[in-house]
C-alpha cells in the first residue's frame, strides 16, 4: 500500500540569548515563532532541524528552540551547524520529541543525519569527517529511498565567498552517494536561500533560514521573507518538495 509523509524542514533558526534580540535586522525568536504558525497549519509529520539553530551556542537559544517546536508534539530530529555547540546541544535538547543525528526509517524512507560540522573550522566551513563517512557507508547498506541531511552545501552555489564555506571533501560525499541509487535527495540548510540542481538522479535541495535570508539581488520580495520546506515523501520512491514563505 502506498504510504505518504511530510516532513518540514526548518533551518538557520539562529537564536540567540533573548526572544527580543536582533540579528541583520531580523528577531529570530519572533521570526521562528512565526514560521511555527504556519507549520501548525500544515501539521507535517516530521521536523528536521538542518542546523545553525542557536546563533552563539548558547543553552537559552535551545531552550527557546524547544518551547517554541514542542507545542506542536511533532517528532523533531536535528543536526548542528558552525554556530551551534553540539555538547550544550546534547545536554539542552533532551526533549523526548527532540532526537540527536543518527539514521531512521519512517514512511518506507531512510533518513540519514549526516554530521557536516568541522571542529575549529576558520571561517564556518564543513567537512565530513572519517567516521561520517563510515556511517554514511553503513546506513546505505539499506535498500531503501533515502534522503540525506546535513548542514552544509556540498554543492557549489555559486557565490565565491560563500562556496568557500561549503563541504571541503564534498567529492567523497558525492562519490559515496553515486555508488547508492536509492539516494533519492540532498538536503541543507546554511546557505540561507532556496535552491535546487539535479544531479544524475539526486534532487540537491538548499532551504531559507526561518529568519535571515541571504542578500541575493535578484531576490523577489517574497524570497526575502523567513521560510521553510515542505517534503512529501511517497514510499514508492518518489517525492515532492516546496518552499513556504511567511510574511513579516
Ligand atoms: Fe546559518
Known sequence: MLMSITIAQLTDT???CHPDAKLRGSR???????????VAKINPDYLLLTGDLADRGSPFAYQQLIDLISPLQIPTYWLSGNHDCLSVMREVLVHPLFHAPKAVIIGGWQLILLDSTLANSRFGEGEISPQ????????????????????????PFGIDWLDQIKVKNGNELL??????????????????????????NIDFYGSPSTCVQLDLPQ?????????????????????QTEIHRVLR
Open 28 to 38: 529570530p525568536w519572533h521570526s521562528l515563532k512565526a514560521v511555527m504558525q504556519q
Open 175 to 200: 562519490a559515496s552517494i553515486d555508488r547508492a541509487p536509492q539516494v533519492k535527495a540532498v538536503v541543507f540548510g546554511h546557505i540561507h536561500a532556496a535552491f535546487h540542481q539535479k544531479r544524475g
Open 14 to 16: 539562529h537564536l540567540c
Open 219 to 239: 531576490a523577489t520580495p517574497l524570497e526575502k521573507q523567513p521560510g521553510f520546506r515542505l517534503f512529501h515523501l511517497h514510499s514508492d520512491g518518489r517525492h
Open 132 to 155: 561520517s563517512l563510515q556511517f554514511l557507508a553503513e546506513s546505505l547498506e539499506v535498500e531503501l529511498p533515502t534522503l540525506i541531511a546535513l548542514h552544509h552545501h556540498p554543492l
